[in-house]
C-alpha cells in the first residue's frame, strides 16, 4: 500500500501546460492541402507529482493516449509546453531527448501487438539496456532475469517466444521491458484492458507493488473507473481533447463537481443488484462530437444534462481550482 | 415448461492440432420472460454456447456432438436446414459483440433491415419500410425516416449496435441473445444500450439471454446467472444469491478480484492465481483445481456435475466443496474496514 494519499507529496515531477496536439485533415489526391485538424489534446494543464499515480479516463477517442504520447514527446505536441524535472521536453531535441527518454516509459495496451513475435523475451527485455548502451553480455543477461524475477516470471524464460504465454505473462514482459532502463515516470496505457478479469488483478498488484519498491510514479490511462479508483492517488476526467476535472481521488469519486463525471460514474456498474436496484443513473443522450469540431462554448453542452443558456455562447468554461486541488471546467461550479 | 431447455449440450472443434473442448455437458434453461446472464472469461465457451443452440457452429472443423436443446416444444439439433432458418432472426434472434462484422457495409440499413422482415413477417415494401422506421425510432435512432438510407459506417458504434438491436427485433422474438453487445462501447453508451433492451423486455415480452465477461454489469440485468469455466457451467443462480452467497471457488474468486467503483480502499487486489486450462488438454477432475484454493484430493480425479445446494432449489454449483461464500464475503469485508 503507498501512502501518498493521507502524506501529500507535492514534488512535481511532471508538468504540462496547455498542450495541444492537433492532427492536420487533408484533401485532395495530388494537391493535398489542410481542410481542418483533429482537436485530439485541445490545451490541457496538470501536473503529475513525484511518486503518485494519475489516472486519465474518459470515453474512446476523447484523447487519452494521445495525451501520454506527447507529454514522453512520442507525439510532438502542436502547442503548450511539457517539463520533466527541470527539463523543458518540447524544447528537447537529439541526444539530450533521448537522453530524457529513459526516465520515461510508455507500456502500450495491447500486449500482444506491443512484443516482437520473433524476438525472445531475453531479446526483447534487454534491448532497451543495449539501446541505452547500459550493459551488454552477462551483465545484460543477469539484469534481464533480474527484471523477470522482479515482475514475477521465471527468468528461466528467457530463451522463449511472445506467443508461448498469456496475455496476462505478456503484460509482465511489457513492463519488465520498460523498467529496464530504471525509468522514474511511467504511461500505463491501458495496461489491462486486453486481459481477463480474473487476470486484471495479478497486473494491477504487480505495478502496485513495483511502484512502493521503486518509487516509479504512474500516468495511468483507463476508461474502467473502477480500476482507475483502486490505483490512482489523483484522477483527471477527459473529455474531447479536454481535461474537464481533476482531483483527489477520494474527492473525486465521492463528490465529482462536473456533470460530465457525474454522468460518467453513474454509467458504471456495481458488482451488487442491492445497491443497483436503488441507484439513479444519469443517461447520457447522443454520442461524443467530432474533434474535428468540437461545439462552442462549453464543449459538453450538446450532451450535459444540466446546461444553461450560456453553456452555448460564453467563452470555454475555465479548468480552474474549486479549492483543495479539486479543479473543474464548468460554469455552474465556482 | 421453460421456454428454452438445454440438456447435456457437447460441441467439440477438430483441428489440426487436436480436440477443443469447447463446451461440456452445459445444460441450463430460460423461462419465459427471463433475462439470463451467462458471464465467463475469454475462451471459456460462452459464445460457442450459444451458437451451438442456434446451429451456427462452423461445421467442420465444430462438431455438436451430444445434447439437446428443447425450444418451444421441439429439438433444435433434431430441425432440418431450413426449419432452423426460419426460426433464427424469427422466434429467436441473436445481436454480436462487433455490428460491423454482422452489418453488411455496402448495403443500406433500410436494405438489411427491410430484407429480414419481409422474408420473416410476409409484409409488402412499403409496410416493411414503416415497420423498419418504427424499429430503428423505438431503438432511438433520431431522424431514422432520414437515417434508414445511411450505410453502417456512417452510424457511430452506439447507434450501429443500436440498428443490430433493431435487427434483433424486426421479427419479435421470444428469446433475444445478445453476446457482448456492449463490449466494444463506452460506459456512457453501454448504460444507454441496457436501458433500452431492459425497456424493449419489458415492451416485448421477450426472453434475454445476455452474455458478458462483465459480472458488474449483470447486477442491474438479469433475473438468473450462469457463470462459465472451461466450457462448463459452474454455477448457476439467482440474481441477489450469486452475488450475496457465490458457492463456486471461481464465481467468489471473480468477486473477490475485481476493484468495486463503490469501495475505496487501495489494498491489495485479490487475484485468481494461474490460468485457465488448454481446452485442447482437457484436464481430469475439476477444471478449476490447478487454480483453487479450496482444492481437495477428490478434486483432481473426479469432475463434478451441476447440482443444487441442499437449500436452495434454484441454486446450482459444480463443485465438490462449496465453500461459504457469503461468509467468506463477510471475513473480507470486515478485514478491509
Ligand atoms: N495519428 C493520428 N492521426 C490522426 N488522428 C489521430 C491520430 N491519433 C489519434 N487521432 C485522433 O485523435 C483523437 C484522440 O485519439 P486517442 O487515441 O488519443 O484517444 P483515446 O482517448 O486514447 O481513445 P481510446 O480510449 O479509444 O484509446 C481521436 O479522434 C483519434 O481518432
Ligand atoms: N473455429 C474454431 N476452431 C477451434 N477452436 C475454436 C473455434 N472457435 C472457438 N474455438 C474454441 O472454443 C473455445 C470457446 O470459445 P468461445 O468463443 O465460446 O469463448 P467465449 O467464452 O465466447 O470467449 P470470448 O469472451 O473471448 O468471446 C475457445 O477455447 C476457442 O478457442
Ligand atoms: S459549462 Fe454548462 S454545458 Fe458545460 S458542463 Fe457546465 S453546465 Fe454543462
Ligand atoms: S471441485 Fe474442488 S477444485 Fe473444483 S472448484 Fe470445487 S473445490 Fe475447487
Ligand atoms: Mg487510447
Ligand atoms: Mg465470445
Known amino acids: 500500500m503507498t501512502t501518498t494519499a493521507t502524506t501529500p507529496q507535492t514534488q512535481t515531477l511532471v508538468r504540462i501546460e496547455d498542450l495541444q496536439v492537433h492532427f492536420p485533415v487533408m484533401q485532395g489526391l495530388i494537391f493535398q492541402r489542410q481542410v481542418g485538424s483533429i482537436k485530439a489534446v485541445d490545451g490541457i494543464t496538470f501536473d503529475v507529482r513525484q511518486g503518485e499515480t494519475l489516472g486519465l479516463v474518459g470515453e474512446s477517442g476523447c484523447g487519452k493516449s494521445t495525451t501520454g504520447k506527447a507529454i514522453l514527446q512520442l507525439e510532438r505536441p502542436t502547442g503548450g509546453k511539457v517539463y520533466f524535472e527541470e527539463t523543458e521536453l518540447t524544447a528537447a531535441k537529439g541526444e539530450s531527448l533521448r537522453q530524457q527518454r529513459r526516465e520515461m516509459q510508455m507500456i502500450f495496451q495491447d500486449p500482444y501487438a506491443s512484443l516482437n513475435p520473433r524476438m525472445t523475451v531475453g531479446s526483447i527485455v534487454g534491448e532497451p539496456l543495449e539501446v541505452h548502451g547500459l550493459a551488454t553480455g552477462k551483465e545484460k543477461r543477469d539484469r534481464v532475469a533480474e527484471l523477470l524475477h522482479i515482475v514475477g516470471l521465471n527468468p528461466k524464460f528467457i530463451t522463449r517466444y511472445p506467443h508461448e504465454f498469456s496475455g496476462g505473462q505478456r503484460q509482465r514482459i511489457v513492463i519488465a521491458r520498460a523498467l529496464a532502463v530504471n525509468p522514474k515516470f511511467i504511461v500505463a496505457d491501458e495496461p489491462i484492458a486486453a486481459l481477463d478479469v480474473s487476470i486484471q488483478a495479478q497486473v494491477v498488484n504487480l505495478m502496485q507493488k513495483l511502484q512502493d519498491e521503486l518509487g516509479l510514479t504512474y500516468l495511468f490511462i483507463a476508461h474502467d473507473l473502477s480500476v482507475v479508483r483502486h490505483i490512482s492517488d489523483r484522477v483527471a476526467v477527459m473529455y474531447l481533447g479536454k481535461v474537464v476535472e481533476l482531483a483527489d481521488r477520494v474527492a473525486l469519486y465521492e463528490n465529482p463537481l462536473h456533470p460530465y463525471t457525474q454522468a460518467l460514474l453513474s454509467a458504471v456498474p456495481i458488482p451488487d443488484p442491492t445497491i443497483e436496484a436503488k441507484r439513479e443513473r444519469i443517461i447520457l443522450e447522443g454520442d461524443v462530437p467530432s474533434p474535428t469540431n468540437p461545439p462552442q462554448g462549453c464543449r459538453f453542452h450538446t450532451r450535459c444534462p444540466v446546461a444553461i443558456e450560456a453553456c452555448r455562447y460564453a467563452p470555454e468554461p475555465e479548468f480552474k481550482d474549486a479549492g483543495d486541488g479539486h479543479f473543474v471546467a464548468c460554469h455552474l461550479v465556482h | ?337
Open chain 2, 1 to 337: 415448461m421453460p421456454l428454452l431447455d438445454v440438456k447435456h449440450l457437447q460441441t467439440r472443434f477438430y483441428t489440426g492440432e487436436g480436440v477443443v473442448h469447447a463446451v461440456n455437458d452445459v445444460s441450463f434453461h430460460v423461462n419465459d420472460q427471463e433475462t439470463v446472464g451467462i458471464v465467463g472469461e475469454s475462451g471459456s465457451g460462452k459464445s460457442m454456447t450459444m451458437l451451438s443452440v442456434m446451429r451456427l457452429i462452423p461445421q467442420p472443423p465444430g462438431k455438436i456432438t451430444q445434447g439437446e436443446v428443447m425450444f418451444e416444444g421441439q429439438d433444435l439439433l433434431q430441425l432440418s436446414l431450413p426449419a432452423i432458418r426460419r426460426l433464427r432472426g424469427n422466434r429467436i434472434s441473436m445481436i454480436f459483440q462487433d455490428p460491423m462484422t454482422s452489418l453488411n457495409p455496402v448495403l443500406t440499413v433500410e436494405k438489411q433491415l427491410t430484407e429480414s422482415i419481409r422474408v420473416h413477417m410476409k409484409l409488402d415494401k412499403v409496410a416493411a419500410r414503416d415497420r423498419a422506421i418504427e424499429l430503428l425510432e423505438h431503438v432511438g435512432i433520431p431522424a431514422a425516416r432520414d437515417r434508414i438510407r445511411n450505410y453502417p459506417h456512417q452510424f457511430s458504434g452506439g447507434m450501429r449496435q443500436r440498428v443490430m438491436i433493431a435487427m434483433g427485433l424486426a421479427c419479435d422474438p421470444k428469446l433475444l441473445i445478445a453476446d457482448e453487445p456492449t463490449t466494444a462501447l463506452d460506459v456512457t453508451i453501454q448504460a444507454q444500450i441496457v436501458e433500452l433492451v431492459k425497456r424493449l423486455k419489458e415492451e416485448l415480452n421477450m426472453a434475454v439471454i445476455w452474455i458478458t465477461h462483465d459480472l458488474s454489469l449483470l447486477a442491474s440485468l438479469a433475473d438468473r446467472i450462469l457463470v462459465m469455466y472451461a466450457g462448463q457451467i459452474v454455477e448457476s443462480a439467482p440474481l441477489d444469491q450469486l452475488y450475496a452467497n457465490p458457492r463456486h471457488p471461481y464465481t467468489l474468486g471473480l468477486l473477490q478480484s475485481i476493484p468495486r467503483l463503490d469501495e475505496a480502499q487501495k489494498a491489495e487486489l485479490k487475484p485468481v492465481d494461474g490460468m485457465p486450462p488448454d481446452l485442447m488438454d482437457y484436464p481430469q477432475g475439476c477444471p478449476f483445481a490447478a487454480r483453487c484454493p479450496y482444492v481437495i484430493d477428490r478434486c483432481h480425479t473426479e469432475d463434478p456435475t451441476l447440482e443444487p445446494v441442499s437449500d436452495r432449489p434454484n441454486h446450482a454449483v459444480a463443485c465438490w466443496v462449496k465453500p461459504n461464500g457469503a461468509a467468506v464475503l463477510e471475513t473480507a469485508r470486515a478485514i478491509a474496514h
